[in-house]
Each structure stands twice: as structure tokens, then as C-alpha cells.
């Protein structure tokens, strides 16, 4: 019968033009499942606009992908093998649309990710392979395609294998298997290739036979988040759907965070033949209680033993999509499962490029595209688990403004309930620092090390300690942060102002970044070439030019640093 | 659970999300089998109750028989249905005639944004499937139009882990796509296991039968002998034509439906 086979969902991501839409467009023609006349359409929209027949524009269906030969936005389409249905879906590769890629990715099971032979390893390849991982998606296929225009050359596809197992072995993706091909010519697609008769491991489409299916939700922890309460008649049915675990008429359950426990005291339904005693993850259900409370969306059920976590304050790996950064300070919200809460960036612990993997630390904020770690805290305590363990209430979207910006998932807890970084600030303007940090000789270590102070918001009128073991600033000092595009002033040691850079002018005091080095500057024009300097990044050049680690800083020798790498108390 | 079960209880879980999150809601229903599925996955949604309108967008072209079954299904189901039609423009005359692609947009998707205009309506819930033609397969689940029901296909929101999009300005609206990751065998199979009344042009009469319902003028029937569902689910896994193939409108152009739908069309 049909409605016992298995389907499978997977995506195809790597680099623009490596041939995404091909491998599936051919797929899709080699297992004849096409309905007639998508090719002869194909070739007639090739001939009218005098290009090449091309695979992807069985996929590419909008008039200006096909017109650009670039996949704008995901598709998906089915085939069947012998041993199940599948879902392919097309993701485009253009890092200008990777939130479709996102969009498409995410309700994968499985992925291949494609790579170009004669080109090699691309950014979208490994920015593509870190955000399979941050999606949970753990099995993977690389197919490295156009084999053709490399003469179907071992080496040099044992070079890219080497090369992305490499990078994908630190983001804790282990590719079941890579396959070369060539999606164009058909080679090894679903066919063995004699041109590749040097490969003995299976084709593309044995490959995505020997995917599995993700199994084990119902085994998990009940969370059962409520989604709606309905009054429509008589009943009050709690209405959601079960994301783990199993639930049964009788069980005793705990509803998270208000905490109060009932029992089930029936499972609803609108005809005879779905009533139940139980029901399972997956299953939009709908639930009356022994006893009525005032129940409302967001709230989660569990059983009483294996509560989900409730917290305001975590620590989670999020990917971002939005036009604007994602900035500290700023007020988003977060929706996790049914729960949708006001939240804020505490601390960036790390932006990654996620196409290098190289880090920038001290960032303030997160560009389009780039993923991170940061620590979130919410306006009210929520409920949910870390990601590994439960990945359905492991993971949140922001939204900024109208629109889903970014995903992420919750990688644990922080331990203190008060995290505060250091910051100077005016009403809603705060500006972050670490010129209070002291920085030491580790004698044992032979390196310099900073360590963090205990974080402290200092408002206007605030004494601030201008005076530390490793630094002095005198009185009088002004703290300019690019990074912030703010400046704030001292005097008489208070702070009594935190303004817009440009609407400062130059002093003649002691000036300090917001890191504490000092800052060679002498004149209000010497301040505009800083502030034109720097709009080209902090390198090497620019801090030797500008900055002075120890104007107005000493470096005392200790037997051991004790670096603090966290702000938390 | 199996593939029917999952994607019955995506779709219930997407219709309760739009019932919660949109405001004022409607449902598109155009008495195909498509949307007829829907109305049922909105009964079990909500128990049997059906707390926003249906809608049907009455082109004055339909084939006489869905507008009598149409009638009959809307008492014996108990549903507030809103029936409209564009009836300036049928009364200067609109027909497939003047254009097929220029009667669409006329009687149906002027027809529908007078509706969602009158109505004020937040959210609009439509039968369309991913699987029926290209533009569909690029659609969100929940797809914002602003307020000339215009869709900006490409420059979509991300939409991920059922997270869907439920903020908007005001005067702009949501289409919910509750079945669009159904295919037309899903469709057929689960109208058999739930034995939902359906209209029967779809059943074959003289060697013939409907394989998609539409304006009479515009709509082709297939060449079929398919009397039950098991022999249409039987035709259906051996056809090699799209579904679509008897909708005129559809071949008037290579992007017809991308061009009808950014301007509203479902």
C-alpha cells in the first residue's frame, strides 16, 4: 500500500553553479519521474532564450532563475526508489539567498552536499557543511560532481575528499561516504560509472537507500508544549502538538513553568475511529485535565519526573539571516516551540566565519550570514532542553522586526542567574568595555594575560575605578570605541556622558579605547584619519599605528594568571 | 505513525497555528478535492467545530454541477460560507475569451482580493500543494501578500522548524498552506481511509473523468476509466502527465502561473 511506504526527506546544498539542481534534475529524469512534458518544456524555454538544455531548469521554475541559471528559491519534488519515497529538496547555493538554503535545509533528514571537481572546496561549501550541523543534520553524502572536467582523476578528488573531511570533521559532520560523479553526463548517478571505474563504493542513488530514518522521538522525555485552549462546547481541550515522548489517558503530568501537576483525564477527538488512550511524538493531539487551571499557549507538559529545563539565561550557537546585525542590547524575540518571549544578547562568546571558521573575538555584534556563540537571556523564564538532547524544544528562531532573522540552538545553561558584562551607559545607550581588565606577565606561562573584572554596569554619575593594579587614567579621560561608534567621558572620575562619536570633538586628556590601550592622538585631526583608518578593520597595521598597549598601562610579573574568559561572577 | 498520519498532523498542527496566531481568518474553498481534504483536516483540527468562514471565490464559469454540490456540502458539514463573485466584471462581460490569463486574474484573483479587501481578512487558507506546478513548489507555508495580495516570491522570509511567519503589517495578509507537502496520491489515499464525500466528476463516466476541477470553459476532462479511488490511486501511480495538464490556463504561457500568482492568484 501506498500510504506504508517510507519517506524520506533530503536536501542538496554546496556552492553556487557546483551543480545542485543538476544532480537532482537528472535524478529525477534517470528514475523517469517526470511527468510528460517537463523536458519538452524545458527544451522549449532553452530554445527561446538560446541557452543550453539544462537539468536545473526542471527545479529552477521562476522565470528569472532560469534566466540567470541560479536556484533562487528552494523546490521541492519527489521520486521513489525500489525502497522508499523521497523528497528532494533544491537549495540554492548563492550566499545572497542562503536563508532559503536555510529554509529548505531544515526540514532535511539527510544531505548531499555537492562540490564542483575542477572548482574545489568553495565558501558556500563549508559554510553550507556549518550550518548542516548547527541543523542537526548528522547524515551527509558529499558527491563531488563534474568529474568529466577533470578527467575523472583519482587524485585529484582524493585531494577535495582529504580536504572537506578535514574541515567537516571539527564541526562533528562524519560523511557516510563521497561519491565522485558527473550529474551532466549521468556518470554514477544511479548507474555504476566505467569512467570512474577506479571507485568501488556505491552510486548516488544506492547512497540515499542506505539513509535512514530518524527514529527514537517517542522514546524521549514527554514535552508536550500547549499550542492553543479550546472552549468551543463542554470541553476544555488543551490542543498541541507532541514533540517527544508519549502520553497516556491517567498519567500524572507536570505543566511547565507555572508547575503545577493534574491528571489526563481524556484524549479528544472529532471522529470515533482516532480515539486513542495514547498518543506519541509527532501527533497533533488534543487533551482535557482532571483539574482546570488557567492554562495558555507556550506552557509545556511534561511527566513529573524529566522536566525540561527552566531558565532565562543560556548559552546557544545561532546562525544569522537578517539584513540588520544582530547586535548586544538590542530587544528581539524568541520563539521556541509554542513559547514566543522578549529577549537580549548578554555576552557574544564567539563570531565565526562560518565559511573559514576563523573567530573573531571581542564582537559586538553578528553580520548577515555569519554564525556565532552567544548567551541569550529572556525577559521571563522559559522552558526547553539543550539541543543534544532533545533536538524539537532544543532549538529557537529570532525574529527582528517582522521577520525570522535568526536560528539557533541551546547548547546549555548558564550557571550564575546574573551574567553582566561591563559597560558604561546613558539611558538606553550602553556602551561595553574592558579597560577596568588587568593584564599580567604569567612567569610560567610567558604570556600575557588579561583578566576580567567582575562585571558592573556603571550609569551617569558613577564613580568608575580609574585606578587599577596593571593601568591609570587619571580623573579626566575620554574612551573612544569605534566598535560602538560611542564615546564616553570622565571627569573628576565619574562617567557623565556616553555619546555618538560623531558628536564628539577631540580633548586634550588622556584617551583610551575601549580596551584600555591608549590612543595617539593629538589633535581633532588626527582623530578623523583614526576614525578613517579604522573603518578598514583592526589589523596589525592599524594598531601599531594608533594604539599604545602600555601608554598608560604596566605589565607586573605573576607566578600564575588565572585568565577569566567569561562574564560571569 | 505513518506518512498519512504525519502529514495529517502537520497540516492540523499549521491550521491551529494560523486559528491562534492571524487574527481574521478565512478559508479558501474551492469544492476540488484538495480543499475539500482541507475542510476535513479542519474539522479534526478543531473537534468537529469551524471557528472561520470558508470562502468560495464564484467565477460564474464553474461547472454547474460543483456549485449544486457545493450547496448541499455546506449545510450537511454546517459551515458559514461566503460565496463571491467579481460581478463588475461579469457583467461587462468577462470570459475565457478576452484572454484566458486575463479572466483568471478578473474573476479569480480580482474576485478573491475583493473578498480578503471587504473582510478585512488577516489570514487566508488555501488547498494548493507543492507537487502541482513549479511556482507552488517555491511557496512558504505561511506566505505573506501585502495589501494588493501581490507576492514577493523572491524575496521570501526564511520559514524553518514550524516557526512560521506570523508578524506582518497591518493590511498585508498571510496565505496558510496547510497540505502543501501533500502529493495528489496522498490526497486520494486519505480520502479513502477517512471516507471524505467528494464530488463525483471525478469519477470516470463514459471513459472519461475530471482529474482537476476548474471553470467548465477552461477545465479538460482525462481519458480514464477510473470508477473508485483504489483505480484512480492505480491510474495515478502509472500516469506520466501532470495533473494541471487539463487546466488551460496553465499553458498559455512558460511562467502563466508564476505571473498569475504574484498578482494573487492561488
Known sequence: MENTREVLRIVAVGHVDHGKSTVIGRLLYDTKSLPEGAIDKVKRIAKETGKPFEYAYLLDAFEEEQKQGITIDTTSLQFHTDKRDYVIIDAPGHVEFLKNMITGAASAEAALLIIDAKEGIQEQSKRHGYILSLLGIKQVCVVVNKMDLIDYNQEKFNVIKSQMNAFLKNLNVHPMSYIPISAFLGENLTTKSEKLSWYSGETVLEALDLFSQEEGLEEKSLRFPIQDVYKFDNRRIIAGRIEAGSLNVGDEILISPSNRTTKVKSIEAFVE????????????????????????????????????????????????????????????????????????????????????????????????????????????????????????????????????????????????????????????VKLPINCFDEYYFDIKALAIKRKLIKGTQYKIGDNVPFLGESYEYTKDFDVIALNASLVAKIRNGKLIDVLAVADYSYQNLVIINEKGFGINLTSEKDLSSYIDDYKEGINEIFANKWLDFIKYRIIEFRDIVEEILEYEI | MDHLDALEAESIFILRESYKKLGKLGMLWSIGKDSTVLLWLSKKAFFGHSPFPFIHVDTKHKIPAMIEYRDKIAKEFNIDLIVHTNQEAIDSGMGPDHGRLICCKALKTDGLQQVVTNYEFDGLILGIRSDEEGSRSKERIFSERNKDSEWDYTNQAPELWDQFKTDFPKGNHIRVHPILHWNEIDIWTYIQRENIPLIDLYFAKNGERYRSLGCAECTGKIKSNAVTIDQIIEELKHTTTGERAGRAQDQEDSYAMQKLRKDGYM
Open chain 1, 273 to 428: 475511529k482516532d480515539r486513542v488512550d495514547t498518543v506519541s511524538a509527532g501527533m497533533s493531539v488534543g487533551i482535557t485535565f482532571e483539574d482546570e487551571f488557567f492554562n495558555k499557549r507556550g506552557e509545556v507538559i511534561s511527566h513529573i519526573k524529566n522536566a525540561p529545563i527552566v531558565a532565562d539565561l543560556f548559552k546557544t550557537n545561532i546562525f544569522w539571516m537578517g539584513k540588520n546585525n544582530f547586535v548586544k542590547g538590542k530587544k528581539y524575540k524568541i520563539k521556541l516551540v509554542t513559547q514566543e518571549v522578549e529577549c537580549e544578547i548578554v555576552a557574544f562568546n564567539k563570531v565565526i566565519d562560518a565559511s573559514t571558521l576563523g573567530t573573531y573575538v571581542d564582537a559586538l555584534e553578528a553580520k548577515t550570514n555569519d554564525v556565532a556563540e552567544v548567551t541569550i537571556r529572556t525577559k521571563e523564564k522559559i522552558c526547553f532542553d539543550k539541543f543534544a538532547e532533545n533536538q524539537n524544544t532544543g532549538r529557537f528562531v529570532i525574529v527582528d522586526g517582522y521577520d525570522v532573522c535568526g536560528g539557533g540552538i541551546i547548547s546549555g545553561t548558564v550557571e550564575s542567574t546574573e551574567v553582566i558584562e561591563t559597560s558604561f551607559s546613558k539611558d538606553e
